[in-house]
């Protein structure tokens, strides 16, 4: 036989490529119609159509080219002018113009006429779209996440000059006129410990000037970056810092001064330009007050942290549907993967995480729409789940990722794949923004500073009341959540830290059980969410002893289902109530 002939006669691998990741994913469309106003839905609908298709083939070829192709610092010119350039992969140029000009990510909640809307989109509609995005492409999901929040945190706390100085060009969607945002925080003393902030300001005239070294700076040649500074004569400490806005080029056209030494050789998100800048007596404009510029900086830094959040939510999307897609369509041992109740475990495994994540974004975004109207009892809810979801979402994303990889074997280990792009990119959300050991401090200091644990509680509580909830299935759960806040009161009053990621972990399992809970209320005859909610409870959150067997021939039909990705009556849900 001809080896074309041996070649066509292969089994073929089961390759996802072209998919809807929109239409694949129904879950995702009722969803949005439980937590978006109908008329925004429905406007979205054709857009987040369309992003699906070009997420799961042309966004997706061009993030594999930008990957393979980072970015290059460029000293000078041919001529030998000392001008800096960030030279990026024309994949890379183009996955910009779509974030930016096309769907307009970065400017969507700040103006309208995105997208044909009239209005200022509500936060969640921003993140639904993200979160197709980021499952083709996630490096360019930093800038334009950090351009959304440099212009949320200047618009909060800039002088109105300032702030109509550079706001139409922060969020126009003419790719040329555009300014993208970075923040330049970190130094080699002071990563975590922001306190340490060595960049000095000072005053030259009128103007303020910057002098240091930043360490890790993300899209470094940005339009505009907020950074920490500390002004000559201030306190050390956090209390002395300012927070100024840096030009990339001064009002003459000529270029401000500092430098980028170098780009960082990265594990992941290689298509994004990461690098060290030094900044030589840079012209820069205080934002804010002097003395609270970390407070002020920790607007953006939230931000950043939420979107981390969708990312990592949108990552273990992508590595759940395509385990799912092989293990319907891969043979072996004369049967199909999906078959095999080993297989379907595995898959249950990754998918609880990623559904979590999921639920958990969209409560948080629902929550800042009514903060940013003035709610105080939403903005300790944003203070809290913000945390909570950077802590939680982006380490399980480190694992589901890694689990979908070994799902399609050796061929996930090759760079061909989305698979190792995927597990390289999902360890960078848990760093990135504050490690976990410092976003599960953040969120027991919430709980000191701002009651927030009190008012998670309360509103939990209110969810469950939702008509539709089964009453053992709500009893649970509020027995459970009364439970957790008592392990989490105590935890945070203890004398130590040793226990806050535990404490945090319970936290965010009980919450988004009770938010699957609540939105199986919603959605009527379709219990797979209050599925999600029981297996939660069961392997999350109550006692197990480790050496009983846990095979139940009734739940098997269960698991079937949900990973069929069907509707799911109530019934079967009911089965997977722990006793």
């Keep these: 036989m001809p080896e074309t002939s041996q070649a066509a006669a292969l089994p073929a691998i089961p390759d996802s490529r072209g998919t809807n990741l929109y239409v694949a994913d129904t879950a995702l469309a009722d969803l949005l119609r439980i937590y978006l106003p109908a008329d925004v839905r429905q406007h979205l609908e054709p857009h987040l159509r369309r992003l699906g298709a070009q997420a799961g083939g042309q966004l997706d070829e061009l993030a594999l080219s930008a990957d393979k192709n980072p970015p290059t610092l460029q000293h000078r010119t041919r001529a030998g002018q000392n001008v800096q350039k960030i030279n990026k992969h024309p994949a ?133 970056a907020m950074v920490l500074a500390r002004p000559e004569g201030a306190p050390d400490g956090i209390k002395g810092l300012g927070l100024f806005l840096l030009p990339k080029t001064l009002l003459d056209g000529s270029r401000n001064s500092y430098r980028i030494i170098r780009l960082k050789d990265k594990m992941g998100s290689r298509s994004m330009a990461s690098g060290e800048i030094q900044l ?122 890694g689990d979908a990889m070994e799902v399609r074997g050796g061929c996930g280990y090759i760079e061909e794949w989305s698979d190792p792009r995927l597990v390289r990119d999902a360890h960078l959300g848990s ?38 909830i089964p009453a053992p299935s709500a009893e649970l759960l509020t027995r459970t959540l009364d439970s957790v806040a008592a392990l989490v009161a105590t935890v945070a009053a203890a004398p130590d830290d040793v226990d806050v990621r535990r404490a945090a972990s319970a936290l965010y399992h009980i919450a988004t059980a009770i938010f699957f809970a609540w939105e199986a209320a919603q959605s009527g005859s379709d219990a797979r969410r209050l599925a999600f909610a029981h297996l939660l409870l069961k392997h999350r959150l109550l006692p197990v002893n480790p050496l009983t067997v846990a095979s139940d021939a009734r ?7 949900l990973l069929a990705e069907q509707a799911l009556p109530l019934a079967a849900a009911m089965i997977l109530l722990p006793a």
């Design 280 to 401: 030589e007596g840079a012209t820069a404009y205080l934002v804010g007050e002097l003395g609270r510029g970390f407070n002020h900086m920790a607007d953006m830094i939230n931000m950043s942290r939420l979107s981390n959040g969708v990312r990592a939510a949108g990552l273990m999307r992508r590595a759940v549907g395509e385990a799912l897609f092989i293990a319907r369509n891969r043979k072996a041992f004369g049967k199909q993967l999906i078959e095999m109740p080993l297989m379907q475990r595995q898959l249950l495994k990754m998918m609880l995480p990623a559904e979590q994540a999921r639920s958990m974004f969209m409560q948080t975004a629902s929550c800042m729409e009514r903060a940013d109207g003035g709610d105080q009892d939403a903005q300790k809810l944003v203070r809290i789940l913000t945390p909570l979801i950077k802590f939680r979402a982006c380490r399980d994303a480190r694992k589901v990722t």
């Design 92 to 224: 890379y140029v183009e996955l910009e113009r779509v974030a930016y000009s096309e769907l307009g990510l970065a400017a969507m909640t700040h103006r309208g006429g995105v997208l044909d809307w009239p209005a200022p989109f509500p936060p969640l509609a921003k993140y639904a779209l993200t979160f197709l995005f980021v499952q083709a492409e996630f490096g360019l999901c930093c800038p334009v996440s950090m351009t959304d929040s440099l212009t949320s945190t200047l618009r909060k706390f800039g002088n109105p000059e300032l702030v109509a100085r550079f706001l139409p060009q922060l969020t126009s969607l003419d790719f040329d006129e555009l300014y993208q945002g970075a923040m330049f925080m970190t130094e080699q003393g002071a990563g975590s410990d922001v306190s340490q902030v060595s960049t000095r300001a000072y005053r030259a005239g009128d103007d303020w000037k910057l002098s240091g070294d930043k360490w890790f700076c993300s899209n470094p040649d940005a339009g505009l």
């Design 555 to 561: 739940q098997q039909p269960v698991w079937q289902a």
């Design 431 to 468: 760093i990135w923004e504050g490690t976990s050991n410092i976003v599960a401090l953040d969120v027991l200091r919430s709980i000191k500073r701002d009651n927030t644990l009190d008012c998670l509680h309360a509103y939990l509580r209110k969810l469950l009341q939702a008509p539709g």
